[in-house]
């Protein structure tokens, strides 16, 4: 059992910047291997941002925030981050942190999609204006 909790999110103009964070527990038995940051806009489908293995390593982006968000992990303090920059408007939506447990070996593509995660924080909003 893992569980998440989501801080940070608000509003920013157009080229400004915002930081979400996720904090996890993990019950001892299961430990997290992947990482990752959803968002879901008004109306639209839930889609992958950001995906990292536990530890900050092999990374992966949607290919429409490559370059503007990066996604890190502090091993020690059990809580992984979005940095997000250069945001537009396009950005609006909320943003959920998900987590994996250790177990097979899943693809790039498995990475950023919603099935392959189990474990889901409480969703936060995100504000973009123009």
């Known amino acids: 059992q893992v569980r998440l909790l989501q801080s940070g999110g608000g509003s920013v103009q157009a080229g400004g910047s915002l930081k979400i964070s996720c904090v996890f527990s993990?019950?001892?038995?299961?430990?997290?291997?992947?990482l990752a940051w959803f968002r879901q806009g008004m109306g639209l489908e839930r889609e992958g941002v950001a995906a990292?293995?536990?530890?900050?390593?092999?990374?992966t982006y949607a290919d429409s925030v490559k370059g503007r968000f990066t996604i890190s992990h502090d091993d020690g303090a059990n809580t992984f981050y979005l940095q997000m920059d250069k945001l537009e408007s396009e950005d609006t939506a909320m943003y959920y942190c998900?987590?994996?447990?250790?177990?097979?070996?899943?693809?790039?593509?498995?990475?950023?999609?919603?099935?392959?995660?189990?474990?889901w924080g409480q969703g936060t909003q995100v504000t973009v204006s123009a």
């Open positions: 990292v293995f536990s530890g900050g390593r092999r990374a």
């Open positions: 993990e019950d001892g038995v299961d430990r997290v291997g992947w």
């Open positions: 998900a987590a994996r447990t250790r177990g097979p070996v899943i693809s790039t593509e498995q990475r950023l999609l919603p099935d392959t995660y189990r474990y």
